[in-house]
């Protein structure tokens, strides 16, 4: 008996330090569920990615530029999570110090802590969630530039946009920046940091390059619907990850997002097919796929804040004001972005940041506000976020895209152009049909 009080005793000195850090918040033990989540929810990320906005992006565009969008998706994720592992992490998510930029402390992902300060899961896991997002943002800007962008100035011009547009801007909103800390700004999973960012900077590049050969005179068809169904589908699906995913936990509030995000695909697919039905006497495949991805943006900056009742809001609206967008670039202003990225991401991203701050109040059935804030403080707080960020994004892109130009031409030639970019860039054809 004394053998077993003096090793009782031995045990608790020797935990005591350990018990000591848990009492002070020092949490150096990640939690096994919540660290499943997340890596299920990076792999999810990455799906969306590829293959699904691979062929998203690829059933839109005719048959003899879909390899080429394929590789441009692929060819975007790899050096962009290259380059998240040599600096992008540390520089949006490294040490707080003046609230632009991370602290180089992370650098090549070295150093990281046991467990994500603030969070129950492994420093390793949460930059391997965020790297996902660094990926799919600018291979979300493919779809401006489909057609006619040489495939050496889009490497390069991605590669600059990650480290100078979105790392910056993730620091600011998610990694404890000035307009988290003195505006309130809120984004769930990626309103601002990735669809604003994104859509505006798409916006910009597809003015820059000029329209295609054609437009708008010439109709130019999906080549495969089938393919943007099947693309929509895991994007739908990944989407799960992508917000579920950002509640860094698995608990009530990823949930929460799954629903949330469920439920504006939902309402905004169905709604955009009825406003075909009325507009164009059919609904489309294409309609339906596009409309769900435009609810899928909007909702996503307050998919874990709001209310299951407000998410189906959020899809009618987004349907509504990203249909009327699409109309208005292309016809209205005749700006060739192919495949609609600035009316479906930056309009749906833009619109969703803003609705946030109404229906986060409680009485709405939202989380309710941060102590300090009220409706009228938030939606200040996310009208500077979104004001600050498109800024940001449009310098920053115009001035990228210039330099890269320098060293690699932005745009294929006429013959190049109308050969396809399969055969006249990659040497392949997506379809040897005889």
Not at 107 to 132: A, H, I, K, W, Y
Not at 192 to 207: R, W
Not at 282 to 299: E, N, R, W
């Amino acid at each position: 008996m004394r053998n077993l009080r003096t090793l009782t005793a031995a045990s608790l000195l020797w935990a005591w330090p350990a018990m000591a850090m848990a009492q002070d918040g020092q949490i150096d033990v990640a939690d096994s569920g919540d660290t499943s989540w997340i890596l299920i929810s990076s792999a999810l990320v990455l799906m969306m990615t590829m293959p699904g906005l691979s062929l998203f992006y690829g059933g839109l565009v005719r048959a003899k530029n879909f390899l080429s969008v394929l590789l441009q998706c692929g060819a975007i994720a790899a050096v962009a999570s290259i380059l998240w592992i040599l600096v992008g992490y540390t520089l949006a998510f490294g040490n707080v110090s003046n609230g632009w930029l991370g602290g180089g402390n992370a650098l090549m992902l070295m150093d990281l802590g046991n467990v994500r300060e603030g969070l129950t899961v492994p420093e390793s896991s949460f930059s391997l969630f965020q790297m996902t997002f660094a990926a799919i943002t600018p291979a979300l800007m493919v779809g401006a530039w489909v057609d006619r962008a040489r495939f050496g100035w889009v490497l390069g011009f991605c590669a600059l946009w990650g480290l100078i547009v979105y790392a910056p801007v993730a620091h600011w909103v998610w990694g404890g920046g000035w307009l988290s800390s003195q505006f309130g700004t809120l984004d769930f999973a990626g309103g601002i940091v990735v669809h604003t960012t994104a859509g505006i900077s798409a916006l910009v590049a597809a003015m820059l390059l000029g329209k295609r050969n054609g437009f708008p005179r010439t109709v130019m068809l999906p080549h495969s619907p089938s393919l943007t169904m099947a693309g929509a589908a895991l994007l739908w699906v990944g989407w799960f990850g992508f917000n579920g995913g950002s509640a860094l936990a698995a608990n009530d509030d990823a949930a929460s997002a799954i629903i949330n995000t469920h439920a504006a695909a939902s309402t905004a697919a169905l709604v955009w097919i009825l406003i075909e039905y009325f507009k164009l006497g059919k609904p489309t495949s294409v309609g339906f796929a596009t409309g769900a991805i435009a609810g899928l943006a909007t909702v996503t900056p307050a998919a874990g804040f709001i209310s299951p009742g407000a998410a189906i809001l959020f899809g009618a609206v987004a349907a509504i004001i990203c249909y009327a967008s699409i109309q208005l670039v292309k016809q209205k202003f005749s700006i060739d972005d192919s495949l609609d990225v600035f009316a479906v991401h930056g309009v749906g991203g833009m619109t969703g940041s803003l609705l946030l701050a109404v229906f986060l109040s409680s009485s709405l059935g939202g989380t309710g506000y941060a102590e300090g804030m009220t409706m009228g403080s938030q939606f200040v707080g996310q009208l500077v976020g979104v004001g600050v960020t498109l800024l940001w994004s449009v310098v920053g892109s115009v001035i990228i895209a210039l330099m890269v130009s320098v060293f690699f031409r932005m745009r294929v030639d006429e013959d190049t152009e109308r050969e396809g970019l399969d055969i006249a860039s990659h040497g392949e054809r997506a379809w040897e049909l005889d």
